[in-house]
């Protein structure tokens, strides 16, 4: 009996401490890995593919920003054209029986060469700045007759050929600048591409907080299910321990003849079924560890995998969350991921919907433009010439175009819209959600403290009442049935226990979830890249 006793103070202690130790199923020289929680949540946030995946997805809609910066980079261009035109002469030109000539071949070379820069502002305005020489040479003639030369009779006698060759050299630079006033102009539509790649920036890095946010949910989570596996592995091998007592206790009774058969037959066969039991918790710690270690470690190595992992942090190690619902909902909605997100597609799809305002407008764009031209002998001093402003060419254009019936730009404002009001109702939506999923939060974590402490008393009482039954049993004054099921009912509540201490903790990390604050009360810091709409990012 002394021995009895010894056991259940052993079995107390165990339940206290939180975590048990770890079955010996690895091979003896492989070390176990002591594992705080806090220290899984660090090789977590070191290790985890989702979250890494999600940083990328983050680095990659950043990239597509600075894309978007590229509708306004200043281009440099050259270009040079050389062309050489040699025209077949065309036949004679017979009329009445006269001759009157022909055209000779003709030969036509050009030469140009342009440099200069183009761009685009974010206001829409488009301008170019060219400059550049130019020479052709157009050398040619005609044959027909000589009108100077007839005889008496008016005919002419004779066809001559006349040639001639031109040489211009001249050189030119002009700047031109086009603005929109309605439509790709108006309400800041160029600036607008830059908004909705911010915001997509900002929607991936909300994503990757959700990423790390559910995934850090799930780690703690079967950090927890580990600890329990291990807990709940104890209470088995306690169980095997009782019966195993138990069935000392019947067969020294039934060796005095105190008892039946049947009632060792009967311990004998509880003490397999617990060995059944202890087998299956054996098992379960194995894929609780290997579930954790997947999520935290990420090993490549099939050696990685053999390492036992022993959790060494108790269930009160979760930070504790304020059970005011009031205050724990205004952080919930300046915290929570989902609710970040939502108001992000709301954000961008007003975007979206002021651009097709504008796309919808009539085009109104004015085009000005000046420009200083040279005529010279030669390249060299047309281009010297650009100086001089005396030759100069200006202009001012208004274009005007408006669609009769504007199907496109109808439609396409009715559908952004459409959907701007949707991302409006997912918002509410997702607030609804947030509320009830916070208020549900905040209800477990009382019911389960409820719960710990109606479990703990009843697991001291059926503590009590089986020693007092196994003690009725040494004085003969019960049955191994009897003690049996006060057994079973004591384990039961050691069950009982170790669940409602897991739900617990449980509960206490889905409310600091629920309010947004888990990922910072683990240290994590959310990306937030600095972005600038008047100034593109650098390479």
């Not at 060759?165 to 309605?182: D, Q, R």
């Not at 010297?384 to 199907?407: C, I, K, M, Q, W």
Request: hydrophobic share 40%; aromatic share 6%; proline share 3%.
């Amino acid at each position: 009996m002394t021995h009895s006793f010894l056991t259940l103070a052993c079995l107390l202690a165990l339940c206290a401490s939180g975590a048990a130790q770890i079955p010996d199923v690895a091979p003896a020289q492989v070390d176990v890995l002591d594992l705080s929680l806090e220290d899984a949540v660090a090789a977590f946030f070191a290790n985890n593919l989702s979250v890494a995946g999600a940083e990328l997805d983050a680095e990659a809609s950043f990239a597509r920003y600075g894309v978007s910066w590229g509708a306004f980079d200043t281009v440099f261009f050259v270009n040079t054209l050389r062309n050489e035109r040699i025209s077949a002469p065309s036949p004679a030109n017979i009329v009445g029986g006269t001759d009157l000539g022909r055209q000779p071949a003709t030969e036509n070379d050009f030469w140009n060469f342009n440099t200069g820069l183009t761009g685009q502002f974010t206001s829409g305005t488009t301008w170019s700045l060219t400059a550049g020489p130019q020479w052709s040479r157009v050398q040619g003639g005609s044959i027909g007759p000589d009108f100077n030369d007839v005889d008496n009779d008016g005919d002419t006698t004779e066809l001559i050929e006349t040639s001639f060759e031109s040489t211009v050299n001249t050189g030119s630079a002009t700047l031109s600048v086009t603005h929109p006033f309605l439509r790709g102009g108006a309400n800041g539509f160029a600036r607008s591409a830059l908004e909705l790649a911010a915001k997509d920036v900002r929607l991936a890095e909300v994503e990757l907080d959700t990423v790390a946010y559910t995934t850090l949910l799930e780690v703690i989570t079967q950090y927890w299910n580990l600890v329990f596996a291990l807990d709940d592995r104890a209470t088995k091998e306690l169980s095997v321990t009782l019966a195993e007592e138990l069935l000392g206790i019947t067969q020294r009774k039934f060796d005095q003849g105190l008892q039946n058969r049947i009632d060792v037959i009967e311990v004998e066969a509880e003490v397999a079924r617990r060995e059944e039991e202890l087998l299956t918790a054996d098992n379960s710690v194995l894929d609780a560890v290997d579930t954790l270690r997947k999520l935290v470690f990420a090993p490549e190595e099939l050696e990685d995998w053999q390492q036992p992992i022993q959790p060494v942090s108790d269930y009160e190690t979760v930070e504790q969350a304020s059970l005011d619902e009031a205050a724990a909902l205004a952080v919930a909605l300046q915290e929570r991921p989902d609710l970040k997100s939502a108001r992000l597609a709301l954000q961008r799809a007003e975007i979206e919907l002021r651009r097709a305002k504008t796309g919808a407008l009539p085009r109104l764009d004015a085009t000005a433009s000046y420009g200083i031209n040279s005529n010279e002998d030669t390249v060299g001093l047309a281009l010297g010439r650009l100086d001089d402003t005396t030759y100069h060419d200006a202009s001012l254009r208004l274009d005007f175009e408006v669609p009769l019936v504007n199907r496109s730009g109808g439609f396409t404002e009715r559908q952004r819209r459409i959907e701007r009001d949707r991302a409006g109702v997912n918002l509410r939506q997702t607030e609804v959600d947030a509320i009830a999923d916070l208020r549900s939060a905040v209800r477990a974590v009382k019911l389960q403290r409820a719960r710990v402490e109606a479990t703990a008393e009843e697991a001291r009482l059926r503590g009590e009442a089986y020693e007092g039954e196994q003690r009725r049993l040494e004085n003969d004054l019960s049955t191994p049935f009897a003690v049996r099921e006060s057994q079973r009912d004591y384990l039961l509540a050691l069950d009982t226990q170790t669940r409602a201490k897991l739900d617990l903790a449980v509960a206490r990390t889905r409310l600091l979830a629920a309010q947004g604050t888990l990922l910072s009360s683990f240290g994590y810091q959310s990306r937030r890249t600095e972005l600038d709409l008047y100034s593109a990012p650098d390479l």
